[in-house]
């Protein structure tokens, strides 16, 4: 088992893995609350096209995923209210989007395997180079979130109220959504495009349903995300079965235990979200 | 040319994409009506799972994903109303799907291949017995809309009012419901997975917004689905295309036409109360 960790790719994936889960479990909270879930969904799917496209110009794909993620990211945020429910308008565009990754994958290489380690994650072959640029990006996302980590709060619970208060609440949400382009080209590293829901919105929506303080609620989704990357990392190297199957499982049956306790506990429990700012 | 029409391969190709295309030409009407796009989006990533799990056992993917996407169609239609609520609770649904789909493609031996062609579909390369069942069940699919159709247009425009008429709504849902799991099972083999929005929604969602009356959109939406279908194929195999994917070219087409129709047409949110004061004119006449 020691000479399991000794070995470097472990160490790498270790390492890269927890970052990413602590990211993504604190940027997933306010991703839960402003209820842009499909947000995230959208940035990962044009991940997609981004990673493919910088292997077709022979840059590093992590670098073509910020790329795109964080244009799409700028459009996301200066549309928002108009985007939101537009279930058909925004498949069209994802839907092209993961054309032109299939075309950009066409053209580098007619290898299908490259593709399936952008859709469902490769932490395996993280280099000790990604691990470090993943935590310089993963620090400098928590840094920025931390910075307006109140405003954000407070605009992401009663925008209305905190836009009369004179937060800048249209820049903070523009702010926000390309932290969450960060936030999602690094969980595409540990469980690709198609599993970024398992590592960014399952343990917040989980810990939401335990706890309301809105400080517990990020503790909670942290420690999560923690477990299910650890175990799905260990459980990977003892049985050779697929990271993100074991994440994406363990996020998703803890998700249901908990929603079914919590509907057992109360009933009633779809009042709105307790107000930071003084009784409500 | 018309040499290449005669390889098998591609008379296979063109018999089945052109099945599919009729059949979600019409079905995705009845998404976009219903409000239910999402439903097909999720439907195919459920059915990912029950592709991989059916490589696995040595059975065909199609079975595997009609399977899947059958039963999936009934819960989701049982339970009624809670795919409103869309966002978490599917999208967690939907992510593990896909991370069984991964575990049962780890399983099999072919690992990358198979689950690239499940994700982006392989219709240039659909066998014979696939050619079989995709005609099968999309006649069997066209004919059980036809029997449904007036019902199921009522009730898609004007739930309460049907409902209050005695259409056996509930019912209708479930039953419709069903008919996009095989729809969907049957587009996967041409567009795969990930790009079913593009020839289940795109054809009919520019159909809509071009024509408000239900029989000339959904012939519209057919006419799309095919044009999208053969043009993809088309350039796919000829020289000028340049050997890139049907699914690209498919995805592609239909979000270049949608795209500009969605900008200039004006009926942005009347098109639905048209569509219904249309409908109730034309059923009280």
Known sequence: MIELFQQPFVQNAFLAGTVIAVVAAIVGYFVVLRAQAFAAHALSHIGFAGATGAALLGVSSLVGMFIFTFLAALGIGALEKKIQGRDTEIGMILSFVLGLGVLFLRLYTNSASEAVGVLFGSILSVSAQDVVLILIVGIGALMSLGLVFRPLLFASIDPEVAEARGIPVKFLSLFFMVVLAVTVTEAIQVVGVLLVFALLVAPAASAQHITKKPFSTVLLSIVFGLVFTWSGLFLAFITRFPVSFYIATFSAMNYFVVVYFSHLAAPHRLEPLHHPHGEK | ?285
């Not at chain 2, 998404?31 to 059975?59: E, P, W």
């Not at chain 2, 200039?264 to 004061?277: D, G, L, M, Q, V």
């Open chain 2, 1 to 285: 040319m018309f040499a290449l029409l005669q390889y098998p391969f591609i008379q296979n190709a063109f018999i089945a994409g052109s099945l599919v295309a009729i059949v979600a030409g019409i079905v995705g009407y009845f998404l976009l009506t219903r409000g239910l796009t999402f439903a097909g989006h999720a439907l195919s990533h459920i059915g990912f799972a029950g592709a991989a799990g059916a490589l696995v056992l040595g059975v065909d993917p199609v079975v595997g994903l009609l399977v899947f996407t059958i039963s999936a169609g009934v819960g989701i239609g049982i339970l009624g109303k809670r795919l409103n609520e869309r966002d978490v609770t599917i999208g967690i649904i939907m992510t593990l799907m896909l991370g069984l789909g991964a575990l049962f493609i780890s399983l099999y031996s072919g690992y990358a291949e198979r689950a690239y062609s499940i994700l982006f579909g392989t219709i240039l390369g659909i066998s014979k017995s696939d050619v079989f069942i995709t005609a099968i069940f999309s006649v069997l699919t066209f004919i059980a809309l036809l029997c449904i159709f007036r019902p199921l247009l009522f009730s898609s425009f004007d739930q309460e009012v049907a409902e209050a008429r005695g259409v056996p709504v509930r019912l209708l849902g479930v039953i419709f419901l069903v008919l996009v799991g095989i729809t969907v099972s049957m587009s996967v083999q041409v567009v795969g997975v990930l790009l079913i929005f593009t020839l289940l929604v795109g054809p009919a969602a520019t159909a809509t917004r071009l024509i408000h009356e239900p029989l000339g959109a959904i012939a519209l939406s057919i006419f799309l689905g095919l044009l999208y279908t053969w043009v993809g194929i088309f350039l796919a195999i000829s020289d000028i295309g340049g050997n890139w994917p049907v699914s690209f070219y498919i995805a592609a087409l239909s979000f270049a036409i949608y795209l500009p129709v969605r900008l200039f047409s004006k009926h942005e949110k009347r098109r639905h109360n048209k569509a219904t004061s249309s409908f109730s004119q034309s059923s009280a006449s």
